[in-house]
């Protein structure tokens, strides 16, 4: 695709349940980060995906967070049990190759509200 | 690992003034630097980096600035303008972690 592809762009969910969130990497980038935006706050890392490598979860707050990435392409990052200060827009992002000063391209972000 | 700080956190200039947003970091071995600028609903986006090898860049109204041995980065924006306004955020990383800064509301006033 010509862009970052996120899925929902918006999501309300109950105290409690589980989601899941989806992102489509640019084609061809082996690069894919995802960070969390509380409302009116910076871009929090969560977790990082380099092609075959472990991915750097340094990021991720709590257990119940856990993403993965199947085939090199497409991610989900899903949250168990959720809490209302889960309530945030998760970006997700790709770049072209592994290596600093490759430039990342963000999606639109998934707006997720719990109540 | 990497900590960056920014500041100020809010800043509100006159249409046609200068705007300047500065960032520390941690890490003496970051050498990439980016600033991306984020509008209301909107996804961020790079609009200017800049390399440990390089001091100075420039873009039109926009510069970024690097100082490695003082570990600071600023960006300037010149003769501002109402579609400047944005949140900022600028970024650190040596490997292919961005960290970013906590952004800086940039208002500019007709």
């Known amino acids: 695709g010509a862009g970052v592809s996120q899925s929902p762009s918006n999501k309300v969910t109950e105290k409690g349940k589980d989601v899941e969130l989806r992102c489509d990497p640019i084609?061809?980038?082996?690069?894919l980060y995802w960070y969390r935006q509380s409302l009116g706050q910076g871009l929090e890392f969560l977790i990082y995906?380099?092609?075959?490598?472990?991915?750097?979860k340094s990021g991720l707050p709590s257990d119940r967070f856990s993403a993965e990435r199947t085939g090199g392409s497409v991610s989900t990052l899903t949250i168990q049990r959720t809490q209302q200060e889960d309530s945030a827009v998760y970006l997700c992002?790709?770049?072209?190759?592994?290596?600093?000063?490759?430039?990342?391209?963000f999606g639109e972000g998934s707006w997720l509200t719990v109540v | 690992g990497e900590n960056v700080e920014q500041h100020p956190s809010t800043l509100s200039v006159q249409e046609g003034d200068s705007a300047v947003i500065k960032c520390t970091y941690s890490?003496?071995?970051?050498?990439?630097f980016p600033w991306y600028k984020q509008e209301l609903g909107k996804r961020p986006q790079l609009i200017i980096d800049?390399?440990?090898?390089?001091g100075e860049k420039k873009d039109q109204r926009i510069a970024v600035t690097l100082n490695k041995t003082a570990k600071h980065f600023s960006l300037h924006i010149t003769e501002t303008q109402p579609e400047d306004s944005a949140v900022y955020f600028c970024?650190?990383?040596?490997?292919?972690?961005?960290?970013f800064g906590t952004g800086t509301r940039l208002q500019v006033f007709p």
């Open positions: 992002a790709s770049s072209l190759v592994r290596g600093s000063g490759n430039t990342i391209y």
């Open positions: 995906f380099q092609g075959n490598s472990a991915p750097d």
């Open positions: 970024a650190a990383t040596p490997t292919d972690k961005l960290i």
């Open positions: 800049i390399r440990s090898n390089v």
């Open positions: 084609s061809g980038h082996t690069a």
């Open positions: 890490d003496s071995a970051s050498n990439y």
